[in-house]
């Protein structure tokens, strides 16, 4: 069984900056795409950032040039690079990946507090 394992929240300062870390463990030949989504308290999950391979990514506008989606070279980790926090940015962020079988796959998710 595939599990993903998210680290790298925390409280930072407006500003300030983040990486969080995304592990998948278990038994898999290769997971097609990975992503980062986010959730605020009362508001629904939303998509941060996707990468599909190793190098095609796609950003919500809202982080466009401040985060950086990246895979790790053995493909089963994913990070995520987050400079210029700002209060809004302050969330749960999910890991998510999809396997060529075409199950979706979460992690437990990491709190990011952004203060300002």
């Known amino acids: 069984q595939v599990q993903l394992v998210e680290s790298g929240g925390g409280l930072v300062q407006a500003g300030g900056s983040l990486r969080l870390s995304c592990a998948a463990s278990?038994?898999?030949?290769?997971?097609?795409?990975m992503g980062w989504y986010r959730q605020a308290p009362g508001k629904q999950r939303e998509l941060v950032a996707l990468?599909?391979?190793?190098?095609?990514?796609n950003y919500a506008d809202f982080v466009k040039d401040r985060f950086t989606i990246s895979r790790g070279n053995a493909k089963n980790t994913a990070y995520l690079q987050m400079n210029s926090l700002k209060p809004e940015d302050t969330a749960v962020y999910y890991c998510?990946?999809?396997?060529?079988?075409?199950?979706?796959?979460w992690g437990q998710g990491t709190q990011v507090t952004v203060s300002s």
């Open positions: 998510r990946a999809v396997m060529p079988t075409g199950a979706i796959l």
């Open positions: 990468i599909v391979g190793s190098e095609r990514t």
């Open positions: 278990g038994t898999f030949f290769s997971i097609n795409n």
